[in-house]
């Protein structure tokens, strides 16, 4: 498993960067114009299937709910603190003025070792590929910008797109062109790093087992478990292994009040749950089914 740092730039009130308002659909929000707003979708599409597909551990950089601003070495140092196995910065691009201009860049800093290079190279091959948005003449160029030479890790910038481009813009705010931009992360990244897709819910299991080791309560229980002096490895081997163990004792010691289980009982009597594992985590289709059972069959008082 490899960890990936996520930097989307800027943030969602940032002056400037957007797209032209005589570019957009008429009645399309303002917000959603925002330069972050799109950094921040293919950002969280490329965590999405990082995490649920390849079990990877992310560390997002900038803020996620797009309300501040940190400063570029502190995006930096999210990175560098997480040990992380590269860092991407996602952007988009924007000319002087509205035009024709177009195309993806990929950027990596003067003199870059060679796994940035890698990295920038194969980013930019794979996303050209799904999005078909080439023009540049120069698509791989290297600057020093902060956030790849305060980085300790290979790292590059990624520009989607132009957003006062006149074709590029109509693309950049299309859900499809952000979600192939982030599938070109991820295939790069599988190249590269050889990434293996993970079985069933694997990968959010090993988010959970991140959590849970940043416990103290639940390190020490294990520790009291294990003979002798255990290592962090063998702390976190058996952190894994119990993982749902562990998850039922943290649930049902901190939420089966008198009241919580008298809720559950009608919850079982109206038909909305069977009964069984009431400590586990849900998967997606049976909170699904739970919430559709509710709508159409709500627990008699």
């Not at 996602?90 to 195309?103: E, F, K, P, R």
């Not at 194969?122 to 078909?132: P, R, S």
């Amino acid at each position: 498993m490899i960890t990936v740092a996520l930097n989307a730039s800027h943030y969602l009130h940032q002056s400037g960067k957007r797209i032209p308002t005589s570019l957009l659909p008429a009645g399309y929000p303002e917000l959603q114009a925002s330069e972050w707003f799109f950094n921040n979708r293919i950002a969280r599409y490329t965590q999405e299937i990082l995490v649920q597909d390849y079990g990877c551990k992310v560390v997002r950089c900038d803020d996620v709910t797009g309300e501040t601003s940190p400063t570029l070495s502190a995006r930096a140092a999210r990175a560098n603190d997480a040990k992380a196995d590269c860092f991407i910065t996602i952007d988009h691009n924007a000319g002087t003025s509205i035009g024709n201009q177009t195309g993806i860049e990929i950027f990596a800093k003067k003199q870059a070792d060679v796994k940035s290079i890698q990295l920038q190279k194969t980013v930019y091959e794979e996303t050209v590929k799904l999005t078909g948005l080439i023009g540049r003449s120069n698509p791989l160029p290297f600057e020093n910008w902060a956030v790849l030479t305060l980085a300790k890790m290979p790292a590059i910038l990624c520009e989607f797109g132009f957003m006062n481009g006149t074709k590029d813009s109509k693309i950049i705010i299309t859900n499809e062109f952000a979600l192939n931009c982030a599938l070109g992360i991820v295939n790069a990244l599988v190249k590269i790093y050889g990434l293996k897709k993970i079985e069933n819910n694997e990968g959010e299991i090993m988010q959970i087992v991140d959590e849970l080791k940043n416990r103290n309560n639940v390190v020490n229980a294990v520790k009291s478990r294990l003979a002798g002096s255990p290592s962090q490895a063998e702390i976190d081997t058996a952190i894994k292994n119990n993982v749902l163990e562990i998850l039922e004792y943290l649930i049902v010691n901190k939420t089966t009040s008198a009241q919580v289980m008298k809720e559950y009982e009608l919850a079982k009597q109206a038909g909305i749950t069977d009964g069984t594992n009431y400590g586990m985590p849900a998967t997606r289709l049976q909170v699904a089914l739970m919430a559709y059972r509710t709508m159409f069959k709500p627990p008699q008082p």
